[in-house]
């Protein structure tokens, strides 16, 4: 099992920045990547960043060039650095994590810490 906390959400002014953290324990070996996906009210999920445990990167096209998603192997944490947030960006951002164990894949979330952009 691989827990997930979030943390760093919040209200911020459009323009203003935010950093998400994410912080994984359990049986974190077999992670093969982390990432943060988001869910406004009346949509779907939908990917925001990844990080691969090789290092590679993949980010939504709404975010790229305002979001950095960033890992700290030593504190096993993910963070999410969002620039020139604006009020789409507003959503609940859920930490993700995939695991392969025996050939399966298994997924896992965080509970989700809301991001509300608004002047």
């Known amino acids: 099992q691989v827990q997930l906390v979030e943390s760093g959400g919040g209200l911020v002014q459009p323009g203003g920045s935010l950093r998400l953290s994410c912080a994984a324990s359990?049986?974190?070996?077999?992670?093969?990547?982390m990432g943060w996906y988001r869910q406004a009210p009346g949509k779907q999920r939908e990917l925001v960043a990844t990080?691969?445990?090789?290092?590679?990167?993949d980010y939504a096209d709404s975010v790229k060039g305002r979001f950095t998603i960033a890992r700290d192997n030593a504190k096993n944490t993910v963070y999410l650095k969002m620039n020139s947030l604006k009020p789409e960006d507003t959503a609940v951002y859920y930490c993700?994590?995939?695991?392969?164990?025996?050939?399966?894949?298994?997924?896992?979330w965080g509970q989700g810490t809301q991001v509300t952009v608004s002047s």
């Open positions: 993700h994590a995939a695991r392969i164990l025996v050939n399966t894949k298994f997924n896992y």
């Open positions: 990080i691969a445990s090789g290092g590679s990167t």
């Open positions: 359990g049986s974190i070996a077999s992670i093969i990547a």
